[in-house]
């Protein structure tokens, strides 16, 4: 089964703004790869996928963080939930860890 990928638009912004900076091609290819993992597995071992306690989607939905990038500094994460509707995840940020 997979999923369709929905973006908010900071995610949108977020996603443009790595793609312009020359300097993070290579952040950009793990985010692109951890991106196609979602659309497939959001449980993908790779991505180690876990509920992001401290966040809640617009409708009180469970965020879940993914790694783009592990054990980097300032290693890339990709904020989401499931849904609207069946067989959808979206994405709400695309960022560095603090």
């Known amino acids: 089964m997979s999923f369709k990928l929905e973006f908010t638009n900071e995610a949108v912004s ?3 703004a790595l793609a312009k900076n020359k ?4 952040r950009l290819k793990a985010v692109r790869k951890a ?3 979602l659309e497939i597995n959001p449980r993908h071992p ?3 996928t876990h509920k ?3 966040l809640q989607g617009p409708a009180g939905e469970d965020i879940f963080e993914a790694y ?3 054990r980097t500094p300032a290693a890339y ?5 499931y849904g609207p509707g069946k067989n ?3 994405i709400t940020a695309i960022t560095a860890h603090p």
Request: proline share 0%.
């Open 14 to 16: 977020q996603l443009e």
């Open 23 to 26: 300097s993070l091609a290579k």
């Open 35 to 37: 991106l196609g993992y």
């Open 46 to 48: 790779g991505l180690n």
């Open 52 to 54: 992001f306690s401290s």
């Open 68 to 70: 783009a990038e592990n």
């Open 77 to 81: 994460r990709i904020f989401w939930f």
């Open 88 to 90: 959808a995840v979206t």
